[in-house]
């Protein structure tokens, strides 16, 4: 039984779609089928089934899967005993949410790349409920996130602390100076926010709706997918901006941004490495997952 096969086989039914697997695996969809095929004939069984356009696995496919990822990830740790790995190469691709992109993973790859310099990366943003969905879908088994969603199958190690804070123009600050600003002060104020899904309009709304406020209740003047065009708007008084502190702490050094001091509003929060427990990962994602766990796992 070739191994790689089985590889291919953990992809298929991740991904739920032979062609979706193959755009992966970078080989064509025809090679998937045959290997595919020269397993159920190795097994003498049934491994998956069509259901619509999902491929989904069969009894045998599923026993077959749990004894794939442990053989699979116990290979990599044999090799990772014996085999020097300070030549390991490759891609390491990387599903993370805005926040960590801009501000935090670079540190990371930077030291990581110190340790197997012939690695090569992909950095694919997306909001942090994406992140999670792909992760589920079997599309990637790990990524970095700003908020974390119940799931038991997958761990999440915190790797920093931020803060979610209200910018404003001078302008706009002006008009607040000298009074003790609440959050209902706010409500006919407009508002440039996060676009759903992201985790700095998940944090903000779920500490209003603790001070029986729903983001409806606010003037919602514009929802943006990046940081830097909610700044660009605070900045030219187009609203309040709801962003991260690290975020924004250029252009408050600047005097671009000010900080409204809002009653009781501290909205903490933390970024995370998420990753699937139960998933294969590859030579390089798992040196990488070992990498983040003895960086930041205080329980390791």
Avoid: W
């Avoid at 994406?130 to 790797?159: H, L």
């Avoid at 600003?181 to 985790?199: C, P, V």
């Avoid at 590859?282 to 003895?294: G, L, P």
């Amino acid at each position: 039984m070739n191994t790689s096969y089985l590889k291919t086989f953990i992809e298929v039914i991740n991904m739920r779609n032979i062609s979706k697997a193959a755009e992966k695996l970078f080989v064509t969809q025809p090679a998937v089928s045959k290997q595919l095929q020269i397993l159920e004939k190795d097994f003498e069984a049934t491994l998956f089934k069509k259901n619509g356009r999902e491929i989904i696995p069969t009894e045998e496919g599923i026993l077959l899967y749990k004894y794939a990822i442990k053989l699979l990830n116990e290979e990599n740790k044999i090799y990772s005993l014996i085999k020097n790995d300070d030549n390991l190469s490759g891609e390491l691709l990387i599903y993370t949410s805005t926040l960590p992109a801009n501000y935090y993973i670079h540190d990371l790859i930077i030291d990581f790349a110190n340790i197997y310099p012939d690695i090569t990366y992909k950095i694919i943003k997306a909001d942090s409920k994406a992140v999670y969905d792909y992760i589920e879908d079997g599309q990637t088994s790990y990524g970095f996130t700003g908020s974390i969603y119940k799931n038991k199958r997958i761990n999440n190690i915190c790797i920093a602390e931020d803060e979610v804070i209200l910018v404003a123009s001078k302008n706009i600050y002006d008009e607040f100076s000298n009074k003790k600003i609440t959050i209902d002060m706010l409500r006919n104020q407009n508002f440039i926010i996060r676009e759903k899904g992201s985790a700095t309009l998940q944090t903000f709304e779920d500490f209003i709706i603790k001070k029986n406020i729903n983001i409806s209740d606010l003037k919602i003047k514009i929802q943006a997918e990046d940081n830097e065009i909610i700044k660009n708007f605070a900045i030219n008084n187009m609203g309040i901006g709801v962003i991260s502190k690290i975020a924004a702490e250029k252009e408050i050094n600047e005097g671009l941004l000010f900080k409204l001091d809002v009653d009781g509003l501290e909205i903490k929060r933390h970024l995370y490495y998420v990753y699937h427990k139960d998933r294969y990962y590859s030579k390089i994602e798992e040196k990488f997952k070992e990498f983040i766990i003895n960086k930041f796992d205080t329980k390791n």
